[in-house]
């Protein structure tokens, strides 16, 4: 970087592409920018270099570009902040297409700088470049699994593309976004402006329609089984003491999708757990029976919704929906709203707030019968929880590792998950108390996700105990990582609930189409149950781990490696026979059954019948 006085106070700054690059991500406080370099990607690596050099960003080397991705989307779950990532051109480049997509659905933000082929070699064939139906097409395939793609054409534009890509991946509904850069882009000097970030977006936040908060409070005064929806949006908002003054204000049940389990502490009276076909039976009858639910950020996706089989998990048009979303593409999307918001759920939260007064000036839900409803549902569900861990086999149940870490973990303890049997049952099962500690890929169910994602929350909270929670097929996506977890020293605690299979499809096909259809999910060897040896792989990349299969090892294994304050691996032999393999659907989920199974078929036709989409 060349600095040269240009009149009193402006200066010619001389740069290339790659460091207007990293001068923007230090300016905008970026503190990671995560990847794996290719010559597709050697001009802004080397500006990477110079900044880490100097201190002002610290780059992490990861083994999978996918891993980088997830590590960032875990990171802004916990913070709200972007990190960056990195990747060269061609396989590289693509190999992030699952972070991006997971990111995506979920609404979590991170930043990408892909590599690309040189401006004026477009279309020759150069190494990784894709160039048969049309010439290096990076943008067009990650355009599905993004908010916003660019591939940036001279460096002189890239002080405003960033400010745009801070803009958009942060602003209103938050998204992953991506600038594929040519090669050249990153090496060619220019004389930069680097704009100030932060003055080009606003941090505002979108209200309410004042008339529309009106039409709500007045449908919210004539509930008398209110309930509100939290969706993924309400952890994005992290407006979670508002949410309780609203709940108790109403005197609303409160219930959680899959994306927005613990964004209300799951202690208090009124939370009643979630709802949807993996969803609980307290969660799935208030949303059946209420008279109005109040929806803040939620997709109303075929999870949460039963499939939208009427009368399962909901009741619309019978109950009458008020639907706050920050995106006016989710108002009706699935099901027609009452009243439809659109804004920030915590700026309308508030909102609604100030507009709503309760009919008895005297109203407090701690005696109401509603939450004496919402206690008893409870108590059924926990004593049904608990005759379930009374069971007894050879090795610990997956119910009963969640009933001994929920003892066991202190309550700030950030879980993640993702998908496979440990992610259903942290649902049905676990109570977070401490909103925001529940981080999961919702959305896209994205297996190998947990891990790293567990990884980015440590970043984020290094004082925090951070437990991965995942199944083996799970981990076995991206075992690589441990590499990583053992470079940086990431005090993780992954729990490895080994059951040799794919578990959560194995009980799918039993529990649909019957045992005999159980087919293709378990590790076999030599006619026998597989499994690789995790301690020995741990170990191997230099991690401290340890095998345990019964209850009361449980304790005293997790005790020991959240003391350490090093990573650590605990492997769980869990027990694996349908049902107790997993937990129980209580709902429906349109899981289509071919004809020549007709007992199945019927049954699922019956049920099809009654959906309303
Ligand atoms: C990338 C990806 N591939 C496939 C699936 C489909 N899928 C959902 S759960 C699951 C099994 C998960 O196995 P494991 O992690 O061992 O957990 P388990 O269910 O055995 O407890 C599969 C294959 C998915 N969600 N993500
Ligand atoms: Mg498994």
Not at 43 to 65: C, M, N, P, S, T
Not at 320 to 346: F, H, M, R, S
Not at 560 to 588: C, N, T
Request: charged letters at 20%.
């Amino acid at each position: 970087m060349t600095d040269m006085p240009r009149g009193k106070e402006e200066k010619v700054m001389i740069q290339s592409g790659g460091q207007i690059i990293v001068e923007y991500l230090i300016k905008e406080k970026v503190p990671y920018i995560l990847g794996i370099p290719g010559h597709g990607i050697l001009g802004l690596f080397d500006a990477v270099r110079e900044a880490e050099e100097a201190g002002h960003i610290k780059y992490i080397q990861v083994k999978h570009e996918q891993a980088a991705t997830h590590i960032a989307d875990g990171y802004y779950r916990v913070t709200g902040k972007p990190l960056a990532v990195f990747t060269s051109i061609g396989p590289g480049a693509l190999n992030t297409s699952i972070g991006l997509a997971t990111a995506y659905v979920d609404s979590t933000a991170f930043l990408q700088f892909s590599g690309d082929t040189h401006v004026h070699m477009k279309g020759v064939g150069v190494l990784q470049e894709i160039e048969r139906y049309q010439d290096s097409n990076f943008v067009r395939a990650m355009e599905p699994v993004a908010k916003r793609v660019w591939r940036v054409e001279a460096p002189e534009q890239l002080p405003r593309l960033l400010q745009r890509a801070f803009n958009q991946m942060l602003t209103g509904r938050p998204g992953p976004v991506v600038m594929a850069l040519p090669m050249d882009v990153q090496t060619r000097d220019i004389d930069s402006n680097v704009m100030p970030a932060e003055q080009f977006r606003t941090a505002a936040k979108p209200a309410g329609d004042p008339a529309f908060i009106e039409k709500a409070a007045r449908l919210m005064k004539e509930a008398k089984r209110p309930v509100i929806l939290a969706g993924g949006g309400m952890l994005r908002s992290r407006a979670y003491d508002d949410l309780v003054r609203l709940a108790e204000t109403w005197g609303a049940a409160v219930i959680t999708t899959m994306a927005g389990k613990s964004a209300f502490p799951e202690n208090h009276p009124l939370y009643g757990f979630h709802t949807g076909s993996k969803g609980t039976i307290p969660g799935l009858e208030l949303s059946r029976k209420a008279d109005v639910i109040l929806s803040l950020g939620a997709r109303f996706a075929d999870e949460t919704t039963c499939s939208y089989r009427k009368g399962i998990a909901f009741n619309f048009p019978e109950t009458k929906l008020i639907q706050v979303d920050i995106d006016p593409a989710e108002i009706g999307k699935n099901y027609p709203c009452e009243v439809g918001i659109i804004g920030d759920v915590g700026l309308v939260i508030n909102q609604l707030l100030s507009s709503y007064s309760p009919l008895a000036g005297n109203f407090d839900y701690r005696t109401s019968p509603y939450t004496k409803e919402i206690a008893e549902l409870k108590e059924s569900w926990f004593a049904k929880i608990k005759k379930e861990r009374e069971k007894h086999f050879d090795k610990i149940t997956i119910s009963q590792l969640i009933g001994e870490l929920s003892g066991t973990l202190p309550k700030e303890t950030i879980i993640v998950t993702s998908s496979g049997n440990t992610q259903a049952q942290i649902l049905q099962e676990y109570v977070f108390t401490v909103p925001g500690t529940h981080v999961t890929s919702g959305g896209f169910s994205t297996m190998g996700w947990a891990f790293p994602a567990a990884m980015g929350a440590k970043l984020a909270k290094p004082d925090t105990p951070v437990v991965a929670l995942l199944g083996d097929g799970d981990f076995l996506m991206v075992l690589q990582e441990l590499s990583t977890m053992a470079q940086y020293q990431i005090p993780v605690v992954v729990i490895l609930a080994n059951n040799s299979g794919w578990m959560a499809i194995k009980d799918l096909q039993h529990g649909m189409l019957g045992k005999k259809f159980a087919f293709g999910n378990d590790w076999i060897k030599d006619n026998a149950v597989y499994s690789p040896d995790f301690v020995k792989i741990a170990e191997g990349f230099g991690i401290s781990a340890k095998k345990i299969s019964q209850s009361k090892e449980v304790a005293p294994a997790v005790q020991a490696a959240i003391a350490s304050g090093k990573p650590a691996l605990i492997e769980v032999d869990v027990y694996r026979e349908f049902p107790e393999s997993g937990g129980d659907a209580y709902g429906w989920w349109d899981v289509p059954i071919p004809h020549y199974l007709p007992d199945q078929k019927n049954k699922y036709e019956a049920g099809k019948k009654e959906e309303q989409i």
